[in-house]
């Protein structure tokens, strides 16, 4: 519909037949912000009442404020609109004539109910999963394994994730009244299937029989076992170092299913790398054959385990931490081993955490 006094004034400037064949709604107004004409499109979703056909914008549906600011400034604005349960993007253009003068404005309205809705569902499903992932965080580090004393063993740590949920998990716990057992593993990945892994990780240890639990062989054969028999793909797997510390005999027994870097067994600032041999708890390695051995520690003796993202850490050059930075701070520091090596870490990479970082640091008394 068009006001046609109106309309004589804007029509050099405007073609009415193309808007009139345009999908979206469009209307436009002149210079007083009365509505001069309505295409077909918004005539047949909004109506139109003839008697309305000068009526001023702002009337029960429209805010007038952006369109007279178009009018005064001659600049292009967009905004939205409600029309009842509907959303539209609006679009306001000053129509100029040759001699710059605004004459009107075109105002096209083009309907996002329906990406506003979709855009509503995808907050609300980021904002569920944020609630979930950080929930899922506090579980990760509920079941961290207390600090201080087991016995005769000190335990400290450091647990870094690089995101909110990690793929890293350790544990030290009492099996019987003369062992102790501990742990670090890393699954592939800093996801929610990761964080997964370590939970069945930390569930599957702690509900073994103890006779199971007390040697490291058939607690990581068990614990490959198991999770085989989840099927999960080939490339979800993890490594893990398992020992047992047995009180009586101040022994330390352990295998380890693909884990690196090796824990250190550190005496008076001499490091001895524990080596074993064992594959990644992985489909791809479904029977696998454990190595177990023995060492000796005595009183000052400390057991240090790390997951790789500590030595595998890279400064802004590419270069590695590397293995030899974790021995020379082993040898140069009788104590604060973890804030030590966290420290030189820090300043070696000066950039944004990529990996996660776990350091368990376990000591005899």
């Not at 073609?15 to 295409?39: G, M």
């Not at 079941?143 to 005769?152: A, Q, R």
């Amino acid at each position: 519909m068009v006001d046609k006094m109106e309309r004589e004034k804007i029509d050099e400037n405007v073609d009415f037949q193309v808007l009139n064949a345009i999908a979206d709604l469009v209307r436009v107004l002149d210079y007083k912000e009365k509505v001069v004409f309505v295409n077909k499109a918004m005539e047949d979703l909004l109506g139109y009442d003839p008697d309305k056909k000068v009526c001023i914008l702002g009337e029960d549906l429209f805010d007038p404020e952006i369109t007279k600011r178009a009018l005064m400034s001659g600049e292009v604005i967009q905004r939205e609109e409600n029309i009842g349960s509907m959303v539209f993007s609006v679009k306001c253009s000053p129509i100029i004539n040759k001699k710059g003068e605004i004459l009107g404005v075109v105002e096209v309205f083009r309907n996002v109910t329906m990406a506003r809705k979709l855009q509503k569902e995808l907050i609300d499903k980021n904002r569920f999963m944020t609630n979930e992932t950080n929930a899922a965080s506090l579980i990760q580090k509920k079941v961290l394994p207390d600090k201080g004393f087991i016995k005769n063993l000190k335990v400290n740590y450091l647990y870094k994730p690089s995101t909110i949920l990690s793929g890293d998990m350790f544990d030290v716990f009492q099996i019987d009244d003369d062992n102790i057992g501990m742990y670090i593993a890393d699954s592939v990945g800093h996801g929610f299937a990761a964080s997964m892994v370590t939970m069945f990780i930390k569930s599957m240890v702690r509900t073994l029989d103890k006779s199971v639990q007390n040697s490291p062989k058939k607690t990581l054969t068990e614990l490959c076992k198991r999770f085989t028999s989840l099927k999960l793909e080939i490339e979800n797997y993890f490594t893990c170092f398992y020992g047992v510390y047995n009180l009586k005999k101040r022994s330390f027994t352990f295998s380890n299913a693909g884990h690196l870097p090796l824990p250190l067994r550190v005496r008076n600032r001499e490091a001895l790398s524990l080596e074993s041999r064992g594959y990644p708890i992985s489909r791809f390695f479904a029977k696998p054959d454990y190595e177990e051995k023995e060492i000796k520690l005595h009183a000052g003796d400390y057991l240090l385990f790390m997951t790789d993202g500590v030595e595998e850490a890279r400064n802004p050059d590419k270069e590695a931490f590397g293995h030899k930075r974790v021995l020379d701070i082993v040898s140069n520091y009788n104590s604060d081993i973890l804030d030590n090596i966290n420290n030189e870490l820090e300043e070696f990479t000066d950039s944004p955490q990529v990996d996660d970082i776990s350091m368990l640091l376990v000591s005899v008394w």
